[in-house]
């Protein structure tokens, strides 16, 4: 069996890296996660390396400029990547410093691995961003495992700024997954069934764990009264 490597540097049209990833690389979990990628389009460039065995080519791609947007069926709202670097080893997908936008969303410094296996993973260690709770609350109230959690809460509006992030858990299951955000919020209002009108809070600071969401810095109004 003759050893075998090969690096060959790419500039990529990225809707036609997509089909060629499928056909190069053998891991099943890997390929259901890009089957639900659609509409892609961008650039980028980087390095496929090819090896180590001839009876055993394993395909490795570490990507160093990313320019695409895109659709993946998780997220159903337009992705833009406008940077950051990326890479494939066979047994995970890994991000870093990723910039870019989800829907009405932003986000940069975004590090993270997606490890594939029976059971996928998610690891995310760092980032930061802006969202629009009116955009992505809805969607994030639906999922499975956080739809029970949140139920009281009808809407939230408003933009919360993430200055520190971490995730981990099981891809499919964001109910199981372990997480610390904080930052600032801005025009943050929440409708709920478990107060008699909807609280406003012009702006603060927050953190949120699975077990605890705090407030500090806080002005905020209920009905005609403000605290």
Known sequence: DAPFHAELPADADLAELQPLLRRLVPNERFREEIDRIHGVRGTASGLLTLGERLSS????????????????????????????????????????????????????GLTGRLVLGKIPAISIQGGTARIALGELYPWIASLDGVRETVAPVRSVQ??????????????????????????????????????????????????????????????????????
């Not at 891809?171 to 209002?189: C, I, K, M, T, Y």
């Not at 009108?197 to 702006?203: A, D, L």
């Open 57 to 108: 080519i394993r395909p490795m791609v570490a990507l160093t400029s990313v320019d695409l947007s895109g659709k993946y069926d998780r997220i159903p709202f337009p992705i833009t990547i406008r940077g950051g670097q990326s890479s494939y080893d066979g047994a995970s997908f890994a991000v870093k410093d990723l910039r870019g936008g989800v829907g009405g969303s932003t986000f940069s």
């Open 158 to 227: 408003g933009v919360a700024g993430i200055a520190t992030l971490s995730i981990d858990g099981p891809l499919r299951e964001p109910g199981e997954w372990r997480f610390d955000a904080g930052g600032s919020v801005e025009n943050l209002e929440v409708d709920t069934s478990l107060l008699p009108g909807p609280v406003t809070i012009p702006r603060g600071r927050f953190r949120i764990r699975p077990e605890e969401l705090s407030f500090t810095d806080v002005e905020a109004s209920l009905l005609d009264t403000t605290c």
